[in-house]
């Protein structure tokens, strides 16, 4: 059994700064990979960043270079995502999710577990 927990979601205006934790528990294969997506209301889930099992591959969308920092600086099951510089269009569902594969997988279907979702709203 495997779950994969978000936390950090919240309310916080255009130009702020908001900080999403994931955390990963029971029987994993490692190494793994971890990543974030987002859904918007209306829209698909899209990729938003990921890491490798060591930190070493970190991918980002264009819509969020420079804005969003992801880290595995925790435990080992865990990932951070810094989002600074925040836009309304960044309001969605943000999903944590773990990894098939040690590298950032290159389509959704190679993450294995997924969280829930945290809410993240940018007001304008």
């Known amino acids: 059994q495997v779950q994969v927990v978000e936390s950090g979601g919240g309310l916080v205006q255009a130009g702020g700064s908001l900080r999403l934790s994931c955390a990963a528990s029971?029987?994993?294969?490692?190494?793994?990979?971890m990543g974030w997506y987002r859904q918007a209301p209306g829209q698909e889930r899209r990729f938003v960043a990921g890491?490798?099992?060591?930190?070493?591959?970190?991918k980002y969308s264009d819509s969020v270079k420079g804005r969003f920092t992801i880290s595995r600086d925790g435990a080992k099951n865990t990932v951070r995502l810094q989002m600074n510089s925040l836009k309304p269009e960044d309001t969605a569902v943000y999903f944590c999710?773990?990894?098939?594969?040690?590298?950032?997988?290159?389509?959704?279907?190679?993450?294995?577990?997924w969280g829930q979702g945290t809410q993240v709203t940018v007001s304008s």
């Open positions: 890491i490798s099992w060591n930190a070493s591959d970190v």
């Open positions: 999710a773990v990894g098939a594969t040690p590298d950032v997988p290159k389509f959704s279907y190679l993450y294995s577990y």
């Open positions: 029971g029987r994993i294969d490692w190494p793994y990979s």
